[in-house]
């Protein structure tokens, strides 16, 4: 019972380092397509591009040596951690599509005040959480073993 309590306190704790180097990420990405962008005049789909690029290659490099302590050959990582990112980003894309525009979420629209709440909204939120586990997941039995 106690290495069940082990097992599950170093989970959590690693989950909860995976989840910080995900918000990391996101503040790189958008600080990378904003001075793209706004400071370096690139066209916006291509700071977009470059911008998401940087994010994968930083939660590469902090999954690998923070989150999951790998020290497995970076080229076999790197590549089952991109199929794991496109994979998952795939699933991500299907629930907010399948609950966008098949379900009667499609139709659902909340306002208080100035904030609106639609059910792409909603949708984006239930495919962010989709991904966060199932990459999460991934990335432990798969990418980082």
Same mark, same amino acid.
């Given at each position: 019972?106690?290495? *069940?309590?082990?097992? #599950?306190? *170093?989970?959590?704790? %690693?989950?909860?380092?995976?989840?910080?180097?995900? @918000?990391?990420?996101?503040?790189?990405?958008?600080?990378?397509?904003?001075?793209?962008?706004?400071?370096?005049?690139? !066209? $916006? +789909?291509? #700071? !977009?591009?470059?911008?998401?690029?940087?994010?994968?290659?930083? #939660?590469?490099?902090? !999954?690998?040596?923070?989150?999951?302590?790998?020290?497995?050959?970076?080229?076999?990582?790197?590549?089952?951690?991109?199929?794991?990112?496109?994979?998952? &980003?795939? +699933? %991500?894309?299907?629930?907010?599509?399948?609950?966008?525009?098949?379900? $009667?979420?499609?139709?659902? %629209?909340? %306002?208080?005040?100035?904030?609106?709440?639609?059910?792409?909204?909603?949708?984006?939120?239930?495919?962010?959480? @989709? &991904?966060?586990?199932?990459?999460?997941?991934?990335?432990?039995? @798969?990418?980082?073993?």
């Amino acid at each position: 019972m106690n290495s *069940n309590m082990t097992l #599950s306190r *170093n989970t959590i704790l %690693q989950f909860a380092k995976y989840a910080c180097v995900g @918000v990391l990420n996101t503040l790189v990405t958008l600080c990378v397509i904003y001075v793209c962008k706004a400071l370096l005049g690139v !066209n $916006p +789909l291509l #700071s !977009n591009a470059i911008g998401y690029v940087c994010g994968v290659i930083n #939660s590469f490099l902090w !999954n690998k040596n923070w989150v999951f302590k790998s020290s497995g050959r970076y080229y076999k990582e790197a590549i089952r951690f991109l199929v794991g990112f496109f994979v998952c &980003y795939g +699933l %991500q894309f299907l629930v907010v599509w399948l609950l966008s525009y098949k379900t $009667p979420l499609k139709d659902f %629209q909340y %306002q208080i005040a100035a904030f609106t709440m639609s059910g792409y909204g909603i949708a984006t939120l239930i495919g962010n959480v @989709v &991904y966060t586990l199932i990459n999460y997941i991934y990335n432990k039995i @798969v990418t980082f073993r």
